[in-house]
């Protein structure tokens, strides 16, 4: 079998994926009692909507956001410790305007050419969770 190299056109948001409906969130950790810090990044500053837990997920704490079609669960873990490489890669429509808009609120994005055919920064969320946001280039 052939390795292939992603390109920017291999990315069609309207195909359905071999799973069926595609993916419907991403999880990462939190600390407990941290979800105030966590509504402020990923609210606030990033700009998701948070949406409300089911009662019986609600009580273990936590925090649920949504952008577009992807949601983040930022669940309680007891004995955190941030994701410093593994992180979700969330696709950008504006990508220089969100490094803006980070670097406004006092963040660094650390900008990464590793990937052909893609332009890409990492982020660090409250917790130190690592985040992708990435484009196609060109």
Same mark, same amino acid.
């Given at each position: 079998m052939e390795n292939q190299m992603h390109q920017?056109? !291999?990315?069609?948001? @309207?195909?359905?994926?071999?799973?069926g409906l595609g993916l419907h969130h991403v999880q990462l950790s939190m600390p407990a009692g941290t979800e *105030? *810090?966590?509504?402020? $990044?990923y609210v606030d500053l990033l700009g998701f909507t948070e949406v409300q837990k089911p009662p019986v997920l609600?009580?273990? /704490? /936590?925090?649920?956001?949504?952008a577009d079609s992807l949601? %983040?669960?930022?669940?309680?873990?007891?004995? $955190?410790?941030?994701? @410093? @490489?593994?992180?979700? /890669? %969330?696709l950008v429509g504006d990508l220089d305007?969100?490094?803006r808009h980070?670097?406004?609120q006092g963040?660094?994005?650390?900008?990464? !050419?590793? $990937?052909? /055919?893609? +332009?890409?920064?990492?982020? +660090? !969320?409250?917790n130190g969770n690592r985040l992708e946001f990435l484009s196609p280039a060109g």
């Open positions: 920017a056109a !291999d990315y069609d948001t @309207k195909a359905p994926t071999p799973f *105030d *810090d966590c509504r402020r $990044f609600a009580a273990r /704490g /936590g925090l649920w956001v949504r949601e %983040i669960h930022l669940g309680v873990e007891e004995d $955190f410790r941030p994701a @410093k @490489k593994s992180h979700p /890669g %969330i305007a969100l490094a980070v670097e406004e963040l660094e994005p650390e900008w990464d !050419d590793a $990937f052909p /055919g893609m +332009r890409r920064f990492y982020l +660090r !969320d409250n």
